[in-house]
C-alpha cells in the first residue's frame, strides 16, 4: 500500500477498489477520513466523511470493520 496526494494535496491509500483519504477536517471540525469506491469508469463515487478524534477511536473503528468482515463470512 502506497501513500499518494489527490488534486488537493490531501494523502490518500487505494485498496482495490476503495480509497481512503486523509482529511484534516471533517464535517464536524474534527481529523478523520473519507472512505469512497471506485466506479467502474475509474471515476469516485461521493464518500462519507467520519470524524476520527484519536488513535482509541481508530483503534476501534479498525476492530469494529474487522469484525464486520468475519460476521459477513469472509
Known amino acids: 500500500m502506497k501513500a499518494e496526494q489527490d488534486g ?14 486523509c482529511v484534516e ?3 464536524s471540525g474534527q481529523p478523520g477520513l ?8 475509474g471515476q469516485l463515487n ?3 466523511e ?16 474487522m469484525e464486520a468482515v468475519k460476521a459477513n463470512g469472509l
Open 8 to 21: 488537493s494535496g490531501k494523502t490518500y491509500f487505494d485498496v482495490a477498489n476503495i480509497r481512503v483519504t
Open 25 to 27: 477536517k471533517t464535517w
Open 34 to 41: 473519507r472512505l469512497q469506491a471506485y466506479k467502474e469508469n
Open 46 to 48: 461521493p464518500g462519507a
Open 50 to 65: 467520519i470524524p476520527i478524534p484519536d488513535k482509541s477511536v481508530a483503534f476501534d473503528l479498525v476492530s469494529a470493520i
